[in-house]
């Protein structure tokens, strides 16, 4: 499976930016799609997930409220909708495919065995 992640760059605090994932190489059935960030020097983090069956979404706190994962079956794509963005969203944004859909492990990196190369999103005055 291949993931490209397209949409991220510069914005202001306050703005929105809307990232997407498209998927290729594979079915997508049961499958977990995520969004995951990593700001310099840290640690990769969760950020929101969806069930590719059902489309049930789950939120890292700090995006809640503001972030909307959905995802385009048509078009094997997921879409990060991120408003009201803050200096501390500032990071490389990964879509990752988790292919066994497990929903205990949606936030644990480790479950996802594809990942794209990253976009970065850089919120800056």
């Known amino acids: 499976m291949q993931l490209v992640e397209s949409g991220g760059g510069l914005v202001e605090p306050g703005g929105s930016l809307r990232l997407s994932c498209v998927a290729s190489?594979?079915?997508?059935?049961?499958?977990?799609m995520a969004w995951f960030r990593q700001p310099t020097g840290k640690e990769r983090e969760f950020v929101a997930a969806?069930?590719?069956?059902?489309?049930?979404?789950h939120y890292a706190d700090s995006v809640k409220g503001r972030f909307t994962i959905s995802r385009d079956k048509d078009k094997n794509t997921i879409y990060l909708q991120m408003n009201s963005l803050k200096f501390e969203d500032t990071a490389v944004y990964y879509c990752?495919?988790?292919?066994?859909?497990?929903?205990?492990?949606?936030?644990?990196?480790?479950?996802?065995?594809?990942w794209g190369r990253g976009t970065q999103v850089t919120v800056s005055s």
């Open positions: 990752a495919a988790d292919p066994g859909g497990i929903i205990t492990t949606l936030r644990t990196p480790d479950a996802y065995d594809f």
């Open positions: 190489g594979r079915t997508l059935t049961n499958v977990n």
């Open positions: 969806i069930r590719w069956r059902g489309g049930s979404t």
